[in-house]
């Protein structure tokens, strides 16, 4: 097994690795759903501090959540073409760096959520993070190719925690939000793992098209080295 060692810091880090720390592609989408879960669990307006402040703690959660992902991954990071050149695995940031970034984006966005929104919508985008960035990152990656299914429990739960914001409890309409994108999760993050399959088996990373092959004739991608 090829062991890769992320080169030492030669550059002086900018705002945009940084940035990048907070997958900020992921970061949009997770927040587009949850404003989605604040519009509809009124028949109004939302209060207003539940669309802007419930958002603001939801997406820094979000983005602490991916940059811990960046540090725990550095290392699979720096076998994968798609990731090798993120700010950890090319050496523009390093990991202390990175886990500072995101305890500080953690701190804040638990301080928002207790400070102007309400305890429960903070306890479960704690718990969602917890899921993504440990649960999912450490363990449910690298066990077993169902990860994305089990795992796509915390990118699901943005628009109830929209909802919680505004509610502060947890409703049947609620939980159909969260089914919806939990069952639209795999099959779409199945179709990237299909596309870049060769740089996952190099990572040693059981995605299910790794572990279990591909029918030539339903995707256009397996003939892509």
Not at 21 to 31: E, G, N
Not at 108 to 132: C, E, G, K, P, Q
């Amino acid at each position: 097994m090829n062991r890769t060692v992320a080169p030492t810091l030669p550059f002086q880090a900018t705002w945009r690795d940084y940035l990048e720390l907070t997958k900020p592609r992921v970061v949009a989408l997770i927040v587009m759903t949850a404003i989605i879960g604040t519009l509809l669990a009124t028949p109004g307006l939302p209060p207003l501090d539940a669309l802007v402040f419930g958002n603001l703690g939801i997406a820094l959660a979000a983005a602490a959540a991916a940059a811990v992902n960046h540090a725990l991954d550095r290392k699979l990071d720096a076998r994968m073409g798609r990731t090798r050149n993120r700010p950890l695995p090319s050496g523009h940031l390093s990991l202390a760096q990175a886990l500072r970034f995101a305890l500080v984006l953690g701190v804040a966005s638990m301080s928002i959520l207790v400070a102007f929104v309400n305890v429960l919508t903070a306890v479960l985008t704690f718990a969602s993070l917890i899921v993504y960035a440990v649960v999912y990152t450490v363990w449910l990656k690298r066990a077993t190719p169902q990860n994305i299914v089990i795992g796509g429990a915390a990118g699901a739960a943005p628009p109830v925690l929209g909802w919680v914001a505004v509610t502060n409890h947890v409703s049947a309409q609620a939980l159909l939000l969260f089914l919806i994108i939990f069952a639209w999760t795999p099959p779409h993050f199945w179709a990237l793992a299909i596309a870049r399959r060769h740089d996952y088996s190099r990572a040693d990373i059981p995605m299910l098209p790794v572990t279990h092959g591909v029918n030539s004739r339903a995707c256009t991608y397996c003939s892509t080295p």
